[in-house]
């Protein structure tokens, strides 16, 4: 048990005074590249055992990917009061970091794997990929009147488009390296804008690795970081990059997308393989930027650490895809 | 005499600390986290390599190409923020082979090269427009030797 577990043992004394909770075992979870996360066994004093994962922030200065985590908080208990899509119970928050290091949220560890996993061990994928169609299709159908207040709502599909790809230029502007291809694909991209669908919850990673699955129980959506209201065909568009086998996606797109559409009222000519190829563009632009931001920090006083030039080829990488897009499209 | 030590290459020296990090320390490693910071570190290094090799010929040549596309749209639709770029270009010293000279003046054209970009959309220049395409398609051909060797790590 590495220095979290003692606090994290004191953080549960401050929530729940009356349980004496003491921490038994908690370890770190490798993988993912944005937050820190850990698996902590907790036994309270009545002899009950629970496991919870906790999700924090790395320490400033470090990392790539940021997010705002009391956003996520709010979306994350938000969510059951507007969507029968399931979640992991978010139990607490340390919203100052005062207990846990950095702000950190505490939420039930699910008995279940990931559908990735599930979908790599399976003979035939098919009734996975369907699961996981049906699952993002649900999320995509919230009511976005139930969700926090906060997160920002763009007029409209068409002004929430604009602001993406204003977004490009603002980068292009930032950043040199990547201004030739980034100007490029933004004025590409607008010439060819697909026809506007209404504005939806995106989860904003969406792959199977983020859909939990159990013995018995429905999927659990996790890492609600990147959650925005915009544009639902981001989500099917980012999963297409998604580089783990297998991606379903590209076992059969015309499976992927009729049963999206099915499950979304949404016509041929608003999602089809041309349209979710273009919507990789406008799906990866917050992270795209976050990548620059990284590479320009690198050399610096306070350095991001080792993902960010690590990740200098997942740039080149997205010129390469965002290119190629605007050929086979054009 | 010589004045460095021409042989092993910056490349090659790179590349022995690679073979170095993957088959004399990473064995020795129990932590998972740690595991995976030195195979992402190894994957720098390995690009470093490659770039050390070429990147000075890389940006030089493309300099050239970037700068003689800016000129050709200048004289087509020339616009203030083209010519001022492409003033901007020009400056410094052009035959130094310092890799900070180098990589300045490389930006500086890609900068030019971009404000010819827009100048040619903003014409409705689709010949231009083109031009601007194929350089690029060099542009990424040469990102993807960098990352030739490139595998998500750690997801």
Same mark, same amino acid.
């Given at each position: 048990?590495?220095?979290?577990?003692?606090?994290?043992?004191?953080?549960?004394?401050?929530?729940? *005074?009356? @349980?004496?909770? +003491?921490?038994?075992?908690?370890? $770190?979870?490798?993988? &993912?590249?944005?937050?820190?996360?850990? !698996?902590?066994?907790?036994?309270?004093?009545?002899?009950?055992?629970?496991?919870?994962?906790?999700?924090?922030?790395?320490?400033?200065?470090?990392?790539?990917?940021?997010?705002?985590?009391?956003?996520?908080?709010?979306?994350?208990?938000?969510?059951?009061?507007?969507?029968?899509?399931?979640?992991?119970?978010?139990?607490?928050?340390?919203?100052?970091?005062?207990?846990?290091?950095?702000?950190?949220?505490?939420?039930?560890?699910?008995?279940?794997?990931?559908?990735?996993?599930?979908?790599?061990?399976?003979?035939?994928?098919?009734?996975?990929?369907?699961?996981?169609?049906?699952?993002?299709?649900?999320?995509?159908?919230?009511?976005?009147?139930?969700? *926090?207040? @906060?997160?920002? +709502?763009?007029?409209?599909?068409? $002004?929430?488009?604009? &602001?993406?790809?204003?977004?490009?230029? !603002?980068?292009?502007?930032?950043?040199?390296?990547?201004?030739?291809?980034?100007?490029?694909?933004?004025?590409?991209?607008?010439?060819?804008?697909?026809?506007?669908?209404?504005?939806?919850?995106?989860?904003?990673?969406?792959?199977?690795?983020?859909?939990?699955?159990?013995?018995?129980?429905?999927?659990?959506?996790?890492?609600?970081?990147?959650?925005?209201?915009?544009?639902?065909?981001?989500?099917?568009?980012?999963?297409?990059?998604?580089?783990?086998?297998?991606?379903?996606?590209?076992?059969?797109?015309?499976?992927?997308?009729?049963?999206?559409?099915?499950?979304?009222?949404?016509?041929?000519?608003?999602?089809?393989?041309?349209?979710?190829?273009?919507?990789?563009?406008?799906?990866?632009?917050?992270?795209?930027?976050?990548?620059?931001?990284?590479?320009?920090?690198?050399?610096?006083?306070?350095?991001?650490?080792?993902?960010?030039?690590?990740?200098?080829?997942?740039?080149?990488?997205?010129?390469?895809?965002?290119?190629?897009?605007?050929?086979?499209?054009? | 005499?010589?004045?460095?030590?021409?042989?092993?290459?910056?490349?090659?020296?790179?590349?022995?600390?690679?073979?170095?990090?993957?088959?004399?320390?990473?064995?020795?490693?129990?932590?998972?986290?740690?595991?995976?910071?030195?195979?992402?570190?190894?994957?720098?290094?390995?690009?470093?390599?490659?770039?050390?090799?070429?990147?000075?010929?890389?940006?030089?040549?493309?300099?050239?190409?970037?700068?003689?596309?800016?000129?050709?749209?200048?004289?087509?639709?020339?616009?203030?923020?083209?010519?001022?770029?492409?003033?901007?270009?020009?400056?410094?010293?052009?035959?130094?082979?310092?890799?900070?000279?180098?990589?300045?003046?490389?930006?500086?054209?890609?900068?030019?090269?971009?404000?010819?970009?827009?100048?040619?959309?903003?014409?409705?220049?689709?010949?231009?427009?083109?031009?601007?395409?194929?350089?690029?398609?060099?542009?990424?051909?040469?990102?993807?030797?960098?990352?030739?060797?490139?595998?998500?790590?750690?997801?």
């Amino acid at each position: 048990m590495d220095a979290l577990g003692p606090r994290f043992e004191r953080f549960l004394a401050a929530v729940e *005074p009356d @349980r004496a909770g +003491r921490v038994i075992a908690c370890e $770190a979870i490798t993988g &993912g590249y944005s937050r820190i996360s850990a !698996r902590a066994l907790v036994r309270w004093g009545g002899g009950a055992e629970e496991t919870f994962i906790l999700r924090g922030d790395p320490p400033p200065g470090s990392g790539v990917f940021t997010s705002d985590r009391d956003a996520e908080w709010d979306l994350l208990t938000a969510l059951p009061g507007a969507t029968s899509i399931a979640t992991p119970a978010a139990r607490w928050y340390d919203r100052s970091g005062e207990y846990l290091g950095s702000k950190a949220i505490v939420m039930d560890c699910a008995a279940a794997v990931s559908l990735q996993d599930e979908m790599a061990r399976a003979a035939d994928a098919g009734p996975l990929a369907d699961l996981f169609v049906d699952t993002f299709a649900h999320v995509h159908q919230t009511p976005l009147d139930l969700l *926090p207040a @906060r997160m920002p +709502r763009p007029p409209d599909g068409p $002004a929430y488009l604009d &602001g993406v790809l204003a977004g490009y230029d !603002r980068m292009a502007g930032e950043y040199p390296s990547s201004a030739p291809v980034l100007r490029y694909v933004s004025w590409w991209a607008r010439a060819h804008q697909p026809p506007p669908v209404p504005l939806a919850l995106v989860h904003g990673d969406c792959q199977p690795s983020n859909v939990l699955v159990g013995p018995a129980g429905p999927p659990l959506v996790i890492d609600w970081e990147f959650g925005h209201i915009g544009d639902p065909r981001e989500d099917l568009g980012y999963y297409t990059q998604i580089p783990l086998q297998p991606n379903v996606y590209w076992a059969d797109p015309e499976r992927f997308l009729g049963r999206y559409r099915a499950a979304t009222g949404l016509t041929e000519e608003q999602v089809n393989p041309r349209v979710v190829d273009y919507f990789l563009i406008i799906g990866m632009a917050a992270l795209l930027e976050q990548l620059l931001v990284a590479a320009a920090a690198i050399g610096a006083a306070e350095r991001p650490g080792i993902l960010a030039p690590y990740l200098i080829n997942a740039i080149s990488h997205q010129h390469d895809m965002f290119l190629a897009i605007c050929d086979r499209l054009s | 005499m010589p004045i460095v030590i021409t042989r092993p290459t910056t490349d090659a020296l790179i590349e022995d600390c690679c073979r170095e990090l993957m088959e004399g320390i990473l064995p020795g490693l129990t932590d998972e986290t740690l595991k995976l910071r030195l195979i992402m570190t190894e994957t720098v290094l390995r690009n470093a390599a490659v770039r050390a090799a070429h990147e000075i010929a890389w940006m030089r040549e493309e300099t050239t190409a970037l700068l003689g596309y800016a000129g050709r749209v200048a004289e087509r639709h020339g616009s203030e923020a083209l010519r001022a770029a492409l003033a901007e270009a020009e400056a410094g010293p052009p035959d130094s082979l310092h890799l900070a000279d180098v990589a300045d003046r490389y930006e500086r054209a890609g900068q030019a090269f971009t404000a010819a970009l827009v100048a040619a959309q903003e014409a409705g220049d689709a010949a231009m427009v083109a031009q601007a395409r194929e350089l690029l398609r060099d542009r990424i051909a040469t990102e993807k030797e960098v990352m030739a060797t490139y595998e998500v790590v750690g997801r």
